[in-house]
């Protein structure tokens, strides 16, 4: 809304807009769009990790040594048996409705 309505060539916003349009039967698209891929993508960790409770990757570089004090597991731990005892106990509770079906 605050650009002239007259547009000239040393316009850099126009320049960028013209620049990321594709356009079909370009022979230099695919090259394009492999280009602009590749600049997205950030190296991942290929390897196995603990989740954490963040749910934060290691970085690509991480040796897979595990260096924390333990608290992330028995942060885990702690939780899983939180779920496993209420989904024993609703089980117990719902136990007698199954034999009056």
Not at 69 to 92: C, D, I, P, S
């Amino acid at each position: 809304m605050n650009k002239p309505l007259a547009r000239y060539a040393d316009d850099e916003d126009l320049e960028r807009y013209l620049k990321e349009q594709e356009r079909e039967g370009d022979p230099m698209l695919n090259y394009i769009r492999k280009k602009k891929k590749k600049a997205r993508q950030k190296p991942t960790y290929k390897g196995e990790f603990m989740p954490n409770r963040f749910g934060v990757c290691p970085g690509y570089r991480w040796d897979g040594v595990d260096r924390s004090n333990g608290y992330e597991r028995r942060w885990f731990e702690v939780l899983n048996t939180k779920r496993a005892n209420q989904e024993e106990a609703f089980k117990w509770s719902t136990e007698d409705i199954i034999y009056l079906l």
